[in-house]
């Protein structure tokens, strides 16, 4: 059986394929997974590490990022940063700000700079535990968005002002781009991704006067490293995919701002893969598991040719997605003919099947219900049924134990009569105990306790 | 209800300061003011502190940004929940607020919240720098009631001048005042409450102005989202795009002044075989953009023709 992280190299290697690969983009969003915050996820490598395995665990992906964050470089040289609790950090002050000196080559990060060494320790684990299966993805600062970091305010009117500084600056800011990539390929990552969201701030034309040869050079250079490239940009980018796709990227990944189906016909020319592009607000955190299925589908129904294509979130996950709309993404990528099924079900079912629920104030034995997506298939809830599998065993015939599973049409009926919004869930006597995290063998024993004590002293 | 003013304008434009000014002109109202940025000069805390007034500050990244539009809406709903007479948005210069409208047009979120207008603040020396090699800055200018050349001090008269003009070329019906140190007087308000109220109204340019005229042919197939992602591609290089659509059997009105992109769905009859016209004025890339556009949605564009 091939690995997952294989389906993805074959998409970037611009093979056909039997099915789409997906990349959960959960940056600082792995926090909410574990308990931690964006800052303790960004700043602590044990914690880090945590909260990634969580990802991969949860969401199944054919790849996924070690670390979000535009901010490691320019920290290195020199900004500094505000950080907080549900994002990414953001750069306060600019060290070029007031001088037109162009940075010496001597002062790209090594190693041993800044965050460096706790990400490069981060990235060899993440490849030695989940390496095999998994493809990982290094992101670094894109030149454009780093050197307007490094410049501030000032980098647009020196678009126009003093072309020369700007070409210079972006030279440097590539020569830290490369060197990052260095690091990052060597501690493992398969696919480096150029994350640029000042991109799509520019025109074409300044896309081609300035842009051009630094992200060319990065794209070869990662290329001459034996790993993939992927040119990240959000915002409406539209006009520049035909320039990205000539700086000659493996792939291209875009947000909600884009017609992914147009956008796939100019980058299928280029034989270029394109990855995105799931709402991230509208759909992945204000959405239902249901809006976020359908939409995935819908998505993957209008593109006619599935080769060259990724699913993914627009950009960085918002930290607060509810972890059970990225599992029904992960389940609709991964069995989309089940999940389509049932999307058509669960408005069709309302109606027409009658289901009788148990009387849970009158129950005899304690019952433990797990609603699941499918616990073959989807991760998260083979993890669910495992917990509830295990609590079984150590309970035996003190409690009842069953499956429902959101394929069968009378299941997606009881679901809706229950009111079950979020699978994978435990429901125990009919009360919403366990929804999509994975609760732990003490904490699923000790709530079956407390429902056998409930029941007896009735 | 709660008034809420936007405040736009491009990186270093003088928006900060501007603010500063603009509070104590409302001083007296209870006020929430959410900054999308870290500027070099923080809000000046004591003088915030002496007016009772709160600040949210949203950072990295510009609120109408997919990526931060949830903290800009959590934010604005928690600023709601204090009820306070007025909220001011000071946006990113990097921001693209194009969308303002349709965010606070979510009833359920934000019914409480009568919008006042968006004021844009311009640098008058640096402007025409970053008018091209910055996208936003159109944008900025396209959904704005109120525009004002700021920094004029810095600036000569032939300056001012060329600024004023090349807004006008885009924008012929903006209101447009000139200022410095970010002062703003009373009766600009006034202006820019008459101008919020009148927009439905059509604003239409008269034929002085050298017009440059496109008739655009849309065939049925095109769906509503493409529709609008066909549209988003070159309204920027435009000031106004309008028609009646029949695209798979559902009836659009298109209707775009500015940056803004406006389909909406119509009860009425579509007689005119699915064009649309598309006016700039002389000088804009509209031609160019609008040919790339139908170029992308070329089985779903009829045909463009130049008007004359």
Request: charged residues 20%; negative net charge; proline residues 9%.
């Given at each position: 059986m091939s690995k997952p992280k294989d389906l993805l190299f074959a998409t970037l290697r611009h093979e056909a394929t039997n099915a789409v690969p997906w990349v959960p983009f959960?940056?600082?969003?792995?926090g909410k997974l574990v308990g931690y915050d964006a800052t303790e996820v960004l700043t602590d490598g044990e914690k880090l590490y945590k909260a990634l395995m969580e990802v991969n665990k949860l969401y199944k992906p054919n790849g996924q990022p070690v670390v979000f964050d535009l901010q490691i470089e320019a920290e290195i040289l020199g900004c500094e940063l505000v950080w907080t609790k549900d994002g990414p950090p953001s750069v306060?002050?600019?060290?070029l700000e007031d001088t037109t000196d162009i940075p010496c080559k001597c002062t790209v990060p090594t190693k041993e700079d800044g965050r460096l060494p706790m990400v490069l320790d981060v990235m060899r684990r993440m490849k030695v535990a989940v390496g095999d299966t998994t493809a990982l993805y290094g992101l670094i600062c894109g030149p454009f968005t780093l050197a307007s970091h490094l410049r501030g305010n000032d980098i647009f009117m020196d678009m126009f002002d003093d072309e020369d500084y700007v070409h210079n600056l972006l030279d440097y800011c590539t020569e830290v781009g490369k060197k990052i990539c260095e690091y990052y390929i060597e501690a493992g990552m398969d696919i480096i991704a150029v994350v640029d969201?000042?991109?799509?701030?520019?025109?074409s034309d300044h896309f081609e006067e300035f842009l051009s040869k630094p992200f060319t050079e990065l794209f070869d250079h990662i290329r001459n490293l034996k790993a993939f490239s992927s040119f990240f940009v959000c915002g409406n980018a539209t006009r520049n995919i035909e320039v990205m796709c000539k700086t000659n990227p493996d792939s291209i990944s875009v947000d909600e701002n884009v017609d992914l189906v147009k956008a796939k016909e100019i980058t299928d020319r280029y034989n270029i893969a394109i990855g995105g592009n799931i709402?991230?607000?509208?759909?992945?955190?204000?959405?239902?598991q249901q809006d976020n299925m359908k939409y995935v589908i819908d998505l993957m129904d209008k593109i006619?040719?599935?080769?060259?294509l990724i699913i993914a979130p627009?950009?960085?996950?918002?930290?607060?997605?509810?972890?059970e709309n990225t599992i029904g993404i992960a389940q609709a990528v991964l069995q989309p003919d089940d999940v389509r099924e049932m999307i058509k079900n669960y408005v069709a079912v309302q109606e027409d099947i009658q289901v009788d629920l148990p009387d849970y104030d009158h129950l005899e034995k304690t019952l433990v219900e797990v609603f699941t997506l499918d616990s073959l298939t989807c991760a998260a809830c083979t993890y669910m049924m495992g917990a509830a599998n295990v609590a079984k065993e150590h309970f035996g015939d003190a409690i009842d134990m069953v499956e429902y599973k959101f394929t069968k049409k009378e299941n997606i009926a009881r679901c809706v009569k229950m009111g079950?919004?979020?699978?994978?869930c435990i429901y125990i006597n009919g009360k919403l105990k366990f929804s999509s995290i994975i609760p732990s063998k003490d904490e699923l024993q000790t709530a079956i306790e407390t429902a056998i004590a409930e029941i007896n002293s009735k | 209800m709660t008034g809420l003013y936007l405040i736009t304008g491009f990186l270093g434009a003088g928006k900060t300061t501007f603010l500063k000014k603009f509070i104590r002109q409302m001083a007296g109202q209870r006020m929430r003011i959410l900054v999308n940025e870290f500027g070099r000069?923080?809000?000046d805390g004591k003088l915030l502190s002496e007016l009772g007034v709160l600040v949210d500050e949203i950072n990295?990244?510009?609120?109408?940004?997919s990526c931060r539009l949830d903290k800009f809406e959590a934010v604005l709903q928690d600023a709601l929940m204090d009820a306070p007479e007025l909220i001011i948005v000071e946006a990113s210069g990097?921001?693209?607020?194009?969308?303002i409208r349709k965010i606070l047009a979510q009833q359920d979120k934000f019914g409480g919240i009568e919008f006042l207008g968006s004021i844009c603040i311009v640098d008058a020396v640096n402007l025409k720098k970053v008018?091209?090699?910055?996208?936003v800055c159109k944008k900025q200018i396209s959904i704005s009631d109120l525009l004002i050349i700021n920094k004029?001090?810095?600036?000569d008269e032939m300056q001012i001048a060329e600024t004023e003009q090349l807004i006008r070329q885009f924008y012929p019906h903006i209101v447009m005042h000139r200022t410095s140190f970010g002062d703003m007087k009373p009766q600009w308000l006034e202006e820019l409450r008459d101008a919020v109220k009148e927009e439905d109204m059509p604003r239409f340019q008269t034929k002085d102005l050298g017009l440059q005229k496109a008739l655009v042919t849309i065939k049925d197939n095109m769906t509503g989202y493409e529709l609008t992602k066909f549209l988003e591609m070159f309204v920027?290089?435009?000031?106004r795009i309008k028609g009646f659509v029949k695209l798979g059997g559902e009836h659009y009105l298109v209707d775009c002044v500015g940056s803004m992109v406006d389909v909406k769905p119509y009860d009425g009859l579509v007689e005119n075989g699915n064009k649309i016209v598309v006016l700039a004025g002389p000088g804009m890339p509209m031609q160019k953009s609008l040919e790339k556009a139908a170029q992308w949605y070329r089985d779903k564009i009829e045909r463009v023709e130049r008007g004359d």
């Open positions: 959960a940056g600082v969003h792995a306060k002050t600019h060290p969201p000042l991109v799509s701030q520019v025109s709402p991230l607000t509208s759909v992945m955190l204000h959405g239902t006619e040719n599935k080769k060259n627009g950009c960085d996950m918002p930290f607060d997605i509810p972890v079950v919004t979020n699978l994978p | 000069e923080g809000i990295n990244g510009s609120i109408f940004c990097l921001s693209d607020p194009t969308n008018f091209d090699t910055a996208r004029t001090d810095l600036a920027e290089d435009t000031y």
